[in-house]
């Protein structure tokens, strides 16, 4: 993890981990390469897109608008409110993330504009994909707020990490400790041909404990590593242990309080412990959210759909209409009104007026 060397915060020096670049040294060839990789980028996230979509339509077919329907009228009034406080909590934990970044930066910000910065860097990325939306929106915020490029760069690899820290520790739980129902055309990919070994099959306690491992390895490295490290002109640093624990803390909650708001928005006939259990859920929205933003598919659109249904359609029921309408309602509650909610935050930072020269000093 590329981190900012801790600096004092009223300094006015330039920052330590600021490397020297020759601006002329390689320019031409460095666009003309860089435009080739934006362009492969943008050509593979719509392939993918398309492959996703693809995919749905083929398991929504003979699935029809009325049943869509009756998925929305199962589902109770209660668990639509619930699905908006549960969204509420979540968006206040969000607030963690960049908490934990900004006091390991040793950053001075208010916490209102802390959350500000929360809900409109995660409701943007979750809409618009963090790509092309969620780091370009806090990018903008945050500069507003006096940090310099390499901090936000810094900012948003802290979050990174905790983002995967928190994932990697559910995902190893979930396949280890909790019972989780996969339908055979999912455990078919947990099967490996091998013309040495033969057939191998791999179980979810294999991936559950190398989920584990890593995070284990991360939390000793930060405990034992207290040294940065320089790279080419830049100070790699390990946050403290109980820093570090934050961030598993904060990222674990936002993952259960997520998957929570999809599972309430379930249809109850559909779930249960011999139907549609919790842990299957998590691990479908935990795949999900690995998917999207390996791939940087805008919203992860198509592929939360795709995984859902692959990971939760039934052998003897059908629930594939039940299933489209709890996500297009998580869509709506999770993804749709916070952005619009971020947008109003996001023209008032826009219009409001600047800090000073001195606030910026202080961190402000």
């Not at 869509?68 to 699905?83: M, R, T, W």
């Not at 100070?235 to 909650?253: E, G, R, T």
């Not at 006939?269 to 998917?291: C, E, M, R, W």
Request: aromatic share 12%.
């Amino acid at each position: 993890m590329a981190f900012p060397e801790q600096s004092d915060p009223d300094s006015n020096a330039e920052s330590p981990y600021t490397p020297y670049v020759d601006p002329n040294e390689g320019f031409a060839a460095g666009s003309i390469l860089g435009r080739i990789g934006d362009a492969f980028k943008f050509t593979a996230v719509i392939m993918v897109m398309l492959v996703a979509m693809w995919f749905v339509s083929k398991k929504l077919k003979g699935v029809t608008w009325e049943e869509v329907k009756q998925g929305f009228e199962s589902l109770p009034l209660i668990h639509v409110v619930g699905a908006l406080i549960l969204t509420a909590i979540n968006y206040l934990i969000l607030t963690g993330y960049d908490w934990i970044a900004i006091h390991f930066m040793r950053k001075r910000l208010s916490f209102r504009k802390m959350m500000a910065g929360a809900i409109v860097g995660y409701a943007s990325g979750n809409v618009l994909g963090w790509l092309f939306g969620g780091n370009l929106a806090r990018y903008r915020m945050y500069s507003k707020w006096g940090f310099s490029t390499l901090e936000v760069i810094g900012l948003v690899s802290i979050l990174s990490v905790t983002f995967w820290l928190g994932l990697f520790l559910l995902s190893g739980i979930a396949f280890i400790a909790l019972p989780i129902h996969l339908p055979p055309s999912v455990e078919e990919h947990f099967k490996i041909e091998s013309k040495l070994f033969g057939d191998i099959q791999l179980s979810h306690q294999m991936f559950g404990y190398i989920f584990l491992g890593c995070v284990f390895a991360y939390l000793g490295a930060c405990l034992l590593i207290r040294n940065p490290i320089r790279v080419k002109g830049m100070s790699i640093s390990l946050p403290p242990f109980k820093l570090s624990a934050m961030q598993l803390v904060v990222s674990a909650l936002d993952f259960l309080l997520a998957t929570t708001t999809l599972y309430v928005l379930l249809p109850p006939d559909i779930v249960g412990p011999d139907k549609i259990n919790f842990s299957t859920v998590l691990i479908a929205y935990l795949t999900a959210q690995i998917a999207a933003v390996l791939t940087h598919v805008p919203g992860g659109y198509g592929l939360l759909e795709g995984i859902l249904l692959a990971f939760l359609e039934g052998s003897g029921t059908d629930r594939t209409a039940s299933i489209i309408a709890a996500v297009i309602m998580f869509r709506i509650i999770y993804y749709l009104v916070p952005f619009c909610i971020a947008g109003v935050l996001f023209v008032i930072n826009e219009y409001s007026p600047s800090p000073t020269q001195a606030d910026q000093a202080d961190g402000i």
